[in-house]
């Protein structure tokens, strides 16, 4: 315990020292944080503030520059200045020696790393945050890339877990904004995230899990996983060689056409989202290779993104709605899967969507971004105070990242037109035979429970009635505001009261005891006495009913 907080400590007065550094000195008493450090100035423009959060995020280590990722994917909490900014977070870390990389492996193996690989390079291939990737040659002959997480990084994690844990429950019972986007339920998302990229066996099996998806015809493929050479630590996986995407035409293809390549990036990842409901979340040019036989290379699929069947048929009836220029169904489809975070006026919502889709009706289909117009309409879901799943967010950064390299790709690409015969396809497929025996098979063995479970609860309510225990409870949400605020209104007209009856007592015994001796400037004592109290309650009536409407 002592060490745990001595470990706090040390993290607190760094968190603290950064954030004064990079002029978010007025955040530390948001926080709670300000003993930790003296008075800095701060940031005044937008724009520097937002450069030196992602600055001070990238300083501040792996959990932070993760947080920072997952916050530039939620346009409902933090404004397009510091989406975009945060949007630039580059996961890049010092690379560790030789030395202490063998020895995690060697540990999680029990055994010499000269006795699993044939060659093992000392020179890492990359260098993240979490990980450091190196290339190694099995026994087999077999070149593999091994990836091995960093040590002590689970333990410097799970402290800024606890840290970020204790200032969100802090803000929330401090600042009335805080509760309403839900800041705890942001850092048990966040913790969740960066828990599941923590343990390689789950990339593993994410790995795999992609590998099926795209195994039904879509032209891509990812890295075989080599489980006997995998743990929770480290990460084996097949060696792939190829150009990133980006660069593909600097190097003749001969094999294949860029509109070629661009259609098929397209509509393999289609496939994924809209009928798999299962999609690689992280798809920049350098985790997309192209092999020299013009086959698409994914790599580094720690982040996936999941559609449940009801997020994925909300966002095939999102994209049918946007066809059919119907804004009131797109509207509905929001208030149906979003969370309200106060009274919605519907109305509003729906001109506010209205107004942003005529702006890309007016365009030619080629011209629309699907992933910036996701974006928008996640922000105009924002502004009227609905929040919608996170995987949205996710899908509207992979449909911009994959619109952009396609038109790299192919400038004429028309992602729009790919996507409406996604559309159909999902569809279909959601309709299949099988799918619709399987749902009504569980919709009859539901209502077959309830009917053999109805008399049983019908005949425990007439009891419970008879024996006069069967109580009905209504609870009216909100109310316990009514009745502090009722409360706090008596409590201040009964003070009033005794102010105005001290001064009319004090002023009558002013007046009558003037001719009387002793007392002050010839008003009695006990007269001068109730003036003061009198004063002092009044003040303090004053400042009490300012505070109140300042916190409303």
């Avoid at 990229?197 to 195994?215: H, I, K, Q, S």
């Avoid at 992602?415 to 279909?428: C, D, L, N, Q």
């Amino acid at each position: 315990m002592l060490s745990k907080s001595r470990r706090h400590f040390r993290r607190y007065t760094e968190i603290a020292a950064v954030l004064a550094r990079h002029g978010f000195g007025w955040v530390l008493d948001r926080l709670g944080l300000a003993e930790y450090v003296g008075h800095h100035p701060g940031v005044d423009r937008m724009e520097a503030a937002s450069v030196h959060l992602r600055e001070m995020l990238e300083e501040l280590g792996p959990t932070f520059i993760k947080l920072g990722q997952l916050l530039s994917t939620r346009p409902d909490i933090v404004p397009e200045p510091y989406i975009s900014e945060l949007a630039k977070l580059q996961d890049t870390a010092p690379t560790l020696p030789a030395a202490v990389i063998r020895e995690v492996i060697e540990v999680e193996f029990g055994a010499p790393v000269s006795e699993l690989f044939s060659r093992f390079d000392d020179v890492p291939i990359a260098a993240a945050s979490l990980a450091q990737v190196h290339s190694a040659v099995l026994m087999d002959g077999t070149p593999v890339i091994v990836k091995v997480q960093r040590p002590g990084i689970r333990e410097q994690v799970e402290t800024d877990i606890d840290i970020l844990y204790r200032r969100a429950r802090f803000l929330e019972g401090h600042w009335e904004r805080a509760r309403i986007y839900g800041l705890i339920d942001i850092v048990d998302e966040f913790a969740t995230t960066i828990r599941e990229e923590l343990d390689f066996t789950r990339e593993g099996r994410n790995t795999d899990r992609l590998r099926e998806v795209l195994a039904r015809g879509t032209g891509m493929r990812v890295p075989v996983v080599y489980w006997d050479f995998t743990t929770s630590r480290v990460l084996t996986l097949e060696q792939m060689h190829g150009t990133k995407i980006s660069e593909v035409r600097c190097r003749p293809l001969t094999e294949i056409s860029c509109e070629e390549l661009a259609d098929r990036l397209a509509r393999g990842f289609l496939e994924q989202v809209f009928v798999e409901g299962f999609f690689h979340a992280d798809p920049h040019p350098g985790n997309i290779l192209v092999s020299d036989s013009g086959e698409i290379l994914l790599v580094d699929c720690g982040q996936v993104g999941r559609l449940d069947p009801e997020n994925k048929a909300a966002a095939i009836r999102m994209l049918i709605a946007f066809e059919q220029e119907n804004t009131r169904a797109l509207a509905d489809e929001i208030l149906d899967i979003g969370i309200a975070l106060d009274d919605v006026d519907v109305r509003k919502l729906t001109r506010g969507l209205a107004k942003l889709l005529r702006s890309y009706y007016s365009l030619p289909a080629r011209s629309v971004n699907m992933g910036v117009l996701l974006k928008r309409v996640l922000d105009v879901s924002a502004e009227n105070k609905i929040r919608l799943p996170v995987v949205f967010a996710v899908l509207g950064k992979v449909f911009t990242s994959i619109d952009g390299i396609c038109r790299l790709l192919n400038p004429d690409f028309n992602f729009t037109e790919i996507a409406r015969s996604y559309v159909g396809k999902a569809v279909k497929t959601e309709l299949r035979s099988e799918n619709i025996l399987t749902e009504f098979y569980s919709s009859m063995i539901s209502l077959r429970n309830l009917i053999i479970a109805l008399p049983e609860q019908m005949e425990r309510l007439i009891r419970r009635a008879v024996e006069g225990t069967f109580r009905l409870e209504f609870k009216h949400l909100g109310l316990e505001y009514v009745g502090d605020n009722f409360r706090s209104a008596s409590n201040r007209i009964s003070i009033a009261l005794i102010v105005a009856g001290t001064i009319v007592g004090s002023s009558i015994i002013a007046a009558t005891g003037r001719s009387a001796e002793g007392g002050w400037f010839g008003v009695p004592t006990l007269g001068v006495v109730g003036y003061i109290v009198a004063t002092i309650f009044g003040i303090w009536l004053i400042i009490s009913i300012i505070k109140s409407g300042r916190h409303r």
